[in-house]
């Protein structure tokens, strides 16, 4: 059988929550046969986050590394403020979920990977019908936090799991993507990629969907972050071209939210 | 009950009716840890965590068993028997056991098999001397 390559696009290191170095976990990914992790952490300023990548590159693995930021806000226009300034150097962009306007943000916004844990500290699974229609359309992925799972039991955790799995029903209506992360804060809490299917199969998916919630969803969602990069720099430098030779912006796109309206302004620059 | 009636165990009616013993598959893990864990607290993570998870009737549908001869020591390698549908459900107990003893741990699980024999012969490294029988 030809081995699948398993993705885990949520792990913390000691530069934010958690207690393990960039190198350990690296390690810890290679024990567990993973393709491709993203050390996610909640960074200030960008040579932190500079830093992470310079760690990065200093370990010699087989194992892809991609370096993301966690991104909290409390309302879409702080969101889109904050995708502006972090999109150009982070890999992928994770959205802390838990308040509603939060999570409603993030799903609306294409340039987002993934909302994390949208249940988290709520009464409800965080997610409804609109919210998980829009991430649908803009491809924004909707976490099953493993560390959630792992770090609660009794009836918290009974909550927990009633609530992805609401979230997981929405998502299988609509078509959103569903990927599950290990949200690891040690290298203790990482788990290998069939494992952490086991999660998404808890929640009401079939082994077939489970398993493509570690491996092709999460590489079809890292397709659709890297053309969004090279988008946004592209506009950043016609733009700044144009200012320089005093022509001043033309058809610019404020609305980094949408990856459609930027492809309208290439398209119409072209013609 | 009527009087006179025998009392039949519903499991074993299931089996009768089907006609056939239940299908087991069998898991097996690898122990990653710092340091060495011994193989009763191994068992001891696995039950609890089954029965935490889906309680002890869910448990009692997977029909676990952890056999003692099979525990390899140096490879940290040991088999977990449950029934064919319940594979899932028995990855997902094995996935959340952060503790073995008192020492963390991660049980990965490397391969699932449907015999114990495959299991031996890929993933404990024993040579199935019938199969060179009829080579010969």
Redesign the interface.
Known sequence: MVGRNYFDLHIASNHSFGTSSVEEIIRQAE??DLHTIAIVDMVDTKSELQSIKAEVAAVKTPVRVLVGVELRVSDSAELQKKIAEWRPFAEMIAVSGGELAANKAACENSLVTLLAHPEFKRRDSGLDAESVASAAKNFVAIELN?RE??NT?GKLRSHILSHMSQNVALALKSGAPVIVTSAAE?V?????G???A??A??CGMT?EQ?VAAVTAVPERLLQKSRPAIEILSLERKVNAELQVGGVGRVGGVDDVNDVDAVDAVDDERRR | MMRGDVMVNPAKQNIEQSGSEPRFRYLVFEVMSKKEVALPDVVQAIWQSSNQLFGEAGTAEFQLWIPANLYDKSKRRGLVRCTHDNVEKVRSVIASIKEVGSEPAILKVVGVTGTIRAAKRKYFGVVDLRAYEHRK
């Open positions: 024990k567990l493993f799972f792992l039991f040690s203790w809490h990482m788990r290998a069939r494992e952490l086991s999660l199969y808890l082994r489970a």
